[in-house]
């Protein structure tokens, strides 16, 4: 495990970091783009303790984020998990995301999880349950009310974070029940989207007799926690109707929903919002501090 922090730097180190977005330019947009999300990170006051084992595999690693302010307890903890088709991606690819809590007075943790091919459903879910175990264990370790844990994700990590508080078979299959939750915040994540088309997704979550299963939808329950759902209106990677039907189908039951649909946002830009160079994309950071934050009563 490393810990780090944050803070000022060096002149040095900033040109160094400006040359590897060059040097990888040619590399591909997306590498470039996570670069310059993550570049602003170098300069943020807030602490990191990284790769810290949440089980044995090589994958089943997190990082946490904590906010760099004298306040120690009664803090809120926010659980993220990135996107990538459940086949790519990186939690260091996303220390902006860290960052941009840290620095609003959350404690983040942002976990890797094994990826398809090496593993096929239950294995990333699985992970996923293991790791909001982690949290909930650990969240005094960090100051944390245990009553103010919240699971988040962006497109496949969304579809993780809401499913594993809606199908308890995860956590049964640890041996735990569901650690308390105060609510869930989707970023354009997949909820109904059954047919599969691709050929590796039905792959991903086959057989066909297993399909159900994979729609977080079908595990709608009048007890689940509180759902922020954000959904970009041009997102054509993942359609809005995704979080609209699973708004729908929660507020039916009774649970407390938020739904932000935001024009001219695409599927990246609601979690690129959260990065300083594309913040003003859209408010993500805004509605996700509201929904997580106490009441100014408490």
């Known amino acids: 495990m490393t810990v780090g922090r944050a803070g000022p730097v060096s002149r040095r180190q900033a040109l160094a970091s400006i040359a590897s977005i060059a040097a990888v330019g040619v590399a591909g947009c997306s590498r470039v783009e996570f670069f310059a999300a993550n570049l602003p990170t170098l300069f943020g006051a807030y602490a990191r303790h990284a790769d810290i084992a949440y089980g044995s595999d090589p994958r089943q690693r997190l990082d946490v984020y904590l906010p760099d302010r004298a306040t120690e307890t009664g803090r809120t903890m926010v659980v993220f998990w990135y996107g990538g088709r459940w086949t790519t991606g990186d ?33 990333f879910m699985e992970d996923a349950a293991r790791a909001a175990l982690w949290a909930s264990m650990h969240a005094g370790d960090y100051g944390v009310d245990p009553r103010r844990i919240y699971l988040a994700g962006h497109s496949a990590g969304a579809h993780m974070a809401v499913l594993a508080v809606l199908d308890t078979r995860y956590f049964a299959a640890t041996g735990h029940t569901v650690p308390p939750i105060a609510g869930v915040v989707g970023l354009s994540g997949p909820y109904d989207f059954l ?6 997704v039905r792959d991903i979550f086959g057989p066909p007799t297993n399909y159900p299963d994979s729609q977080p939808i079908n595990f709608v329950r009048s007890d689940a926690p509180p759902m922020l759902l954000v959904h970009g209106m041009q997102d054509d990677t993942v359609w809005p109707k995704n979080s609209r039907n ?9 649970v407390r929903v938020e739904l932000k649909l935001y024009p001219g946002c695409g599927h990246a830009d609601t979690v690129a919002a959260l990065s300083v160079p594309a913040r003003g994309r859209a408010p993500t ?14």
Do not use: C, W
């Not at 690819?93 to 007075?105: E, N, P």
């Not at 047919?195 to 590796?200: C, R, Y």
């Not at 699973?246 to 009774?254: C, D, K, Q, S, V």
């Open 91 to 123: 939690k260091s690819q996303y220390r902006f995301v860290g960052a941009a809590l840290a620095q609003s007075g959350y404690v983040a943790v942002l976990p890797n999880y094994r990826h398809y091919p090496e593993v096929k459903m239950p294995g």
């Open 195 to 200: 047919p599969l088309l691709d050929a590796d």
């Open 246 to 254: 699973l708004a729908t189908a929660l507020i039916a039951r009774g």
């Open 285 to 298: 950071l805004a509605d996700l501090a509201a929904f997580v934050s106490p009441p100014a009563s408490s």
